[in-house]
C-alpha cells in the first residue's frame, strides 16, 4: 500500500497537554501536509513543510521533518477541547501528482 | 482563494442505482482533479486521477466500470457510482490540484448511503 502510517491510531489528553502524533512514509517527497477532520466533515489543512525544510511553527502546531527517516511530527501545544478531531499526514510524492493520506490519529481532548 | 464546489454533500439512493457526485473549480482551472474515498473512522484512500479531456487512472483495486469519472471540462469533474451497493457507503471527496491552497483544494465532501 502506498499509504503512510500514523501513530498513535487514537490519543486521548487533557485540556492544556500536549499531543504528539507521528507519520511515517514511504517514498521521496516534495513536501508533506497536515489536516484535520472534525467527524464526517471536510478537510481542514493546517501546514505544510517543505522536503528541505526541518521544522515548521503555526500558531500551536509545530511540525517536523527528518526526510532521511521518512517521518514526521505534529505537535500541538496547550491543547484545547475543540482540538478534538482526526489528524491525517499526507505526502506529495516526487515522481507523482498524487497527494497520498496517512492512516490518521484520532486525538481527543477532554475538558 | 481556490475553491472546489462538491454536490451533494450527502445523498441516499436505493440499491442498484447510479449517484454522481459533482466537484467544479471556482474561479481557477483545474486540469487535475483526485478522487478520493473514505470509510468510517478509516483515512482517505485515493480512487483516481482525472486529467481533463482524457481518461481517468484508477489506482489499484479501483473498478473503473463501477466508478465513472468524466472531466470533459477545466472546471467539472463528476464521479457516478453505478449500481450501487450498501458496500459503496462511503465518504467521497474530490480534490484539486492549484498552485494556490498549498497545491491542493478539497471539496467538501459527499456521504453517500445505499439503503
Known amino acids: 500500500s502506498q499509504q503512510g502510517e500514523e501513530d498513535p491510531q487514537a490519543l486521548s489528553i487533557q485540556e492544556g497537554e500536549n499531543a504528539t502524533m507521528n507519520c511515517s512514509y514511504k517514498?521521496?517527497?516534495?513536501?508533506l501536509q497536515w489536516y484535520r477532520q472534525n467527524s464526517g466533515r471536510g478537510l481542514v489543512h493546517l501546514i505544510l513543510?517543505?522536503?528541505?525544510?526541518r521544522e515548521k511553527h503555526s500558531g500551536r502546531l509545530r511540525v517536523t521533518l527528518d526526510t532521511s527517516k521518512k517521518s514526521s511530527s505534529l505537535l500541538i501545544t496547550a491543547s484545547r477541547a475543540a482540538d478534538t478531531a482526526s489528524y491525517f499526514c499526507?505526502?506529495?510524492?516526487?515522481?507523482?501528482?498524487?497527494?497520498?493520506f496517512g492512516t490518521g490519529t484520532r486525538l481527543q481532548v477532554f475538558p | 482563494g481556490a475553491v472546489v464546489s462538491q454536490h451533494p454533500s450527502w445523498v441516499i439512493c436505493k440499491s442498484g442505482t447510479s449517484v454522481k457526485i459533482e466537484c467544479r473549480s471556482l474561479?481557477?482551472?483545474?486540469?487535475?482533479m483526485f478522487w478520493y474515498r473514505q470509510f468510517p473512522k478509516q483515512s482517505l484512500m485515493l480512487m483516481a486521477t482525472?486529467?481533463?479531456?482524457?481518461?481517468?487512472?484508477?489506482e489499484q483495486g479501483v473498478e473503473k466500470d463501477k466508478f465513472l469519472i468524466n472531466h470533459a471540462s477545466l472546471t467539472l469533474s463528476t464521479l457516478t457510482v453505478t449500481s450501487a451497493h450498501p458496500e459503496d457507503s462511503s465518504f467521497y471527496i474530490c480534490?484539486?490540484?492549484?498552485?494556490?491552497?498549498?497545491?491542493?483544494?478539497f471539496g467538501s465532501g459527499t456521504r453517500l448511503t445505499v439503503v
Open positions: 482525472s486529467n481533463e479531456g482524457s481518461k481517468a487512472t484508477y
Open positions: 517514498t521521496s517527497i516534495n513536501n
Open positions: 474561479d481557477f482551472q483545474a486540469t487535475t
Open positions: 480534490s484539486a490540484w492549484t498552485v494556490a491552497n498549498y497545491g491542493y483544494t
Open positions: 499526507a505526502t506529495d510524492a516526487k515522481d507523482t501528482d498524487k497527494l497520498i
Open positions: 513543510i517543505r522536503s528541505n525544510e
